[in-house]
Nanobody, 122 residues
Framework: QVQLVESGGGLVQPGGSLRLSCTAS????????MGWYRQAPGKQRELVAT???????GYADSVKGRFTISRDNAKKKVSLQMNSLSPEDTGVYYC????????????????WGQGTQVTISS
């Protein structure tokens, strides 16, 4: 069974920083693209940042220059460093990854973490 577990959310004042982490576990053959999404109250889930296995990155325009995504392939881990946070960044942040499991190595499935709450407020 493959799982993604996030950590690092919390309450931060505007202008502050947070670092989210997500670790994949289980019988994993290969992890391809990884990313972070977020969902604000009353809004649809949106893409925040992505990173390929080869470490190419992509960001939503709203977070460019403030957020940095990184990954450690050996540790099966993806992180999101968030700086200059504003109340508009508030939401539940979800880790996402394309993973092939050892039991079916030829098939890649998309997995989600359970989400971690990020609240930006004074």
């Amino acid at each position: 069974q493959v799982q993604l577990v996030e950590s690092g959310g919390g309450l931060v004042q505007p202008g502050g920083s947070l670092r989210l982490s997500c670790t994949a576990s289980g019988r994993i053959n290969r992890i391809d693209a990884m990313g972070w999404y977020r969902q604000a109250p009353g809004k649809q889930r949106e893409l925040v940042a992505t990173i390929t296995r080869g470490l190419s990155t992509g960001y939503a325009d709203s977070v460019k220059g403030r957020f940095t995504i990184s990954r450690d392939n050996a540790k099966k881990k993806v992180s999101l460093q968030m700086n200059s946070l504003s109340p508009e960044d508030t939401g539940v942040y979800y880790c996402n990854a394309d993973i092939s499991a050892t039991v079916v190595p030829w098939r890649t499935a998309n997995y989600w973490g359970q989400g971690t709450q990020v609240t930006i407020s004074s």
